[in-house]
């Protein structure tokens, strides 16, 4: 069949409007996964942050992040872009390629799933049974109250506990905050790439012409650029969503400015 002048100027459009997206958008997501998976991977690594599961959840999926920004998407620009597929040298090394960058980007997200799941039992039980420590040290020390130092000197003892546990649940709240952002985050960038996988899918026996096959293509490489943003962005959602955050992530700048 014989495509028009028309038809072929809007494929070229769409090809070109494909390359130029895939080369400006890989740039981008190396550039701000590097800046930002670096000042991650130091506030999660804070004294106050350094000991808690979920924050270490976070550091996993930040690591993770950043083996995407530095090989899965410089890979696939050499290919998309370059015309340099490393993917063809043989089968053995497609398969392994391809199933390292496959579960490099999925780890990112599962990494999220555990730091949710643990967040729903141990830490609530924890806070639960040293809140009710705390409420039976107080309720012995009414009822001991032999004189006013004694008193006195058991609630100082309780006030560490009790101070303790208040900055574990500060930093549990802004743990949670930031799982529920960054869930929300990864949910939007990966549902225009499932509606790809979907799609071609149920069109697998369909013959696309060479327009059809541009809209596809162009479609299915942003849609797979959007579900890489998700680990290569993850600093931006953490510093807007958690004060903590923002405020561990001060004291890299104050002590360089000093």
């Not at 799982?179 to 013959?207: D, H, K, R």
Request: overall charge positive.
């Amino acid at each position: 069949m014989t495509l028009s002048n028309a038809t072929i100027a809007e494929i070229n459009a769409l090809n070109y409007a494909n390359e130029i997206f895939y080369l400006f958008w890989a740039f981008g997501l190396i550039g701000l996964g590097t800046i930002g998976h670096s000042l991650s991977i130091y506030v999660f690594t804070r004294p106050i942050l350094r000991s808690n599961p979920c924050a270490c959840y976070f550091l996993s999926a930040t690591i993770m992040g950043l083996f995407v920004a530095y090989v899965n998407t410089p890979l696939r620009l050499l290919q998309y872009i370059y015309n340099y597929d490393v993917f063809k040298y043989s089968t053995a090394s497609c398969k392994i390629l391809t199933w390292i960058l496959l579960c490099a980007r999925a780890l990112a997200s599962w990494f999220i799933v555990l730091a949710s799941i643990d967040r729903l039992g141990p830490s609530v039980i924890m806070l639960i049974f040293g809140s009710l420590t705390i409420r039976h040290v107080q309720h012995s020390v009414r009822r001991v109250n032999a004189s006013h130092i004694t008193t006195k000197s058991e609630s100082a003892s309780a006030a560490p506990i009790q101070e303790k546990l208040q900055r574990q649940k500060t930093a549990d709240r802004q743990l949670i905050r930031m799982m529920i952002a960054q869930c929300a985050y990864f949910a939007v960038l990966t549902t225009p790439i499932s509606g790809s996988y979907i799609y071609i899918s149920l069109t697998i026996n369909t013959v696309l012409d060479d327009l059809q096959f541009a809209k596809v293509n162009l479609f299915t490489n942003i849609a797979g650029l959007l579900s890489t943003t998700g680990a290569c962005t993850s600093f931006f959602v953490f510093t807007l969503s958690s004060k903590l955050f923002r405020h561990e992530l001060k004291h890299l700048f104050t002590w360089r400015w000093h």
